[in-house]
């Protein structure tokens, strides 16, 4: 089970020493998320932020666009130190490319899928993906509630991995009071902003985290732990 704690939710004006303490208290990835202002209503990173800060872990950097044009940030992001980039389904025919590109900047391939867009969106793309991002919140913001309509979707995403080995992420609104739902419906990667970066003991809370999601795996997991 990887552990993801989401910089949205870090404080901005410590953001070096937040990533140093989710590097210590046991996180497994960092996960980023960028917003454009335009595919979601606020702005977030920019690429130099991530190159900055690259070298002060080793973890690896799950970057996630939000973006209306993310073709033209996929080459500043690899080259700032990503190891995975996700782009949304909802840009429609500009996917096919899109993942393309990712791959041949040797990063992980990610696709997100938003509360609203059926699951059938994703399935030509399964084969191409290492990571497939189902939203428990409308993008945009921080601290939302999880929309307990999308578990069926995790559900979805699970029975459709069969012999693939993609990861299946969760992002919004997960935290001790919804990640066994998630966990038993098939998600085995959990982004969580407040709920690691608003606790004093981090450490304890993603070990918390991780033992609840264990505890409740029903699917079997991908090979690969890592991207």
């Known amino acids: 089970m990887i552990i993801a704690p989401s910089l949205l ?17 046991g996180a497994d990835w960092l996960h980023w998320d960028i917003m454009d202002g335009h595919f979601v209503p606020n702005l977030t990173f920019g690429p130099h932020i991530v190159q900055r800060l690259r070298p002060l872990t080793r973890k690896p950097f799950d970057v996630h666009l939000m973006c209306s044009r993310p073709e033209i940030l996929l080459e500043p992001f690899a080259r700032a130190g990503a190891t995975s980039i996700t782009v949304h389904v909802e840009l429609g025919s500009r996917v096919p490319q899109l993942l393309w590109k990712i791959k041949s900047l040797h990063c992980q391939v990610g696709l997100a899928i938003n509360p609203p867009t059926t699951v059938s969106a994703i399935e030509p793309f399964l084969d191409q993906l290492d990571l497939l991002l189902v939203m428990t919140v409308n993008p945009g913001f921080g601290g939302q509630s999880f929309i307990a309509e999308t578990a069926p979707k995790i559900q979805q995403a699970a029975s459709l991995r069969r012999h693939r080995a993609f990861r299946i ?11 066994a739902e998630c966990a038993r419906a098939g998600a085995d990667t959990f982004v969580c902003g407040t709920a690691l970066f608003g606790q004093r003991q981090m450490g304890r809370a993603v ?13 079997p997991q991908p090979a690969a732990s890592r991207p």
């Not at 939710?9 to 208290?25: F, K, Q, S, T, Y």
């Not at 992420?169 to 990640?179: A, E, L, N, R, S």
């Open 207 to 219: 070990h918390r985290l991780r033992h609840i999601a264990m505890s409740q795996a029903r699917f």
């Open 9 to 25: 939710a870090a404080r901005p004006e410590r953001l070096g020493d937040e990533v140093r303490r989710a590097d210590r208290a």
């Open 169 to 179: 992420q969760v992002d919004g609104g997960i935290g001790p009071g919804t990640i």
